[in-house]
């Protein structure tokens, strides 16, 4: 039996179908909303990465210049000796800084509005008896105006199944190989609990 607060929403769904597919446009575009903000995070957060590791590569060249330009020429005629020690730092500073500034970017948890609004309308059907609905609205004026005509479409409906076969369309190893992980998941979890 659904809530009384949700049995207005679940009327409205079955009265308006169309409501059903603004539901599924609204999550598509939710969905897309947090992919954008998780594509721009990670795209800002690794170019920090690239821009800090290049910044130090830069930093150990001018480091390895300086030490062998200290070593070939002597300190006397070098103009300016702070320089040797000044510019590899720089590149050093930015380095740390832009890893820093990446470490910092916490990445946020991926799509949790849409699973918190998944969660949700989980929980609102769970409350509701879809299927007793459905046969409330749509197949019981049928039943009631028309009983045979009823049987009958059941009756066409289920020898066309039996004709079609769609278990003969299923490949059994394929089958096989679909189940059979889930099957031993769930027996390892049973035995360990």
Not at 39 to 68: D, E, I, P
Not at 72 to 92: D, E, K, S, T, Y
Request: with cysteine.
């Amino acid at each position: 039996m659904p809530a009384p607060a949700m049995r207005p929403l679940l009327d409205n769904i079955l009265a308006k179908p169309q409501q059903l597919a603004e539901r599924a446009r609204a999550y598509g575009e939710l969905i897309q909303d947090e992919w954008s903000q998780s594509k721009t995070h990670w795209r800002n957060r690794t170019t920090l990465q690239v821009l800090g590791a290049c910044s130090l590569g830069v930093f150990c060249t001018l480091t390895g210049m300086a030490l062998m330009l200290w070593a070939v020429v002597p300190p006397v005629q070098i103009h300016a000796p702070w320089l040797l020690l000044a510019v590899p730092l720089v590149f050093l500073a930015a380095g740390v800084g832009c890893l820093v500034a990446a470490d910092k970017q916490r990445q946020p948890v991926a799509f949790a509005q849409t699973r918190q609004q998944l969660k949700a309308d989980i929980e609102v059907l769970k409350h509701t008896n879809l299927a007793a609905k459905a046969t409330e609205i749509i197949v019981q004026p049928i039943a009631t105006a028309h009983p045979y005509r009823l049987v009958l479409g059941a009756a066409l409906v289920g020898a066309l199944l039996v004709r079609a076969r769609p278990g003969a369309w299923l490949s059994g190893s394929a089958v096989l190989m679909g189940l059979l992980p889930k099957v031993i998941s769930a027996l390892n979890k049973q035995t360990k609990t």
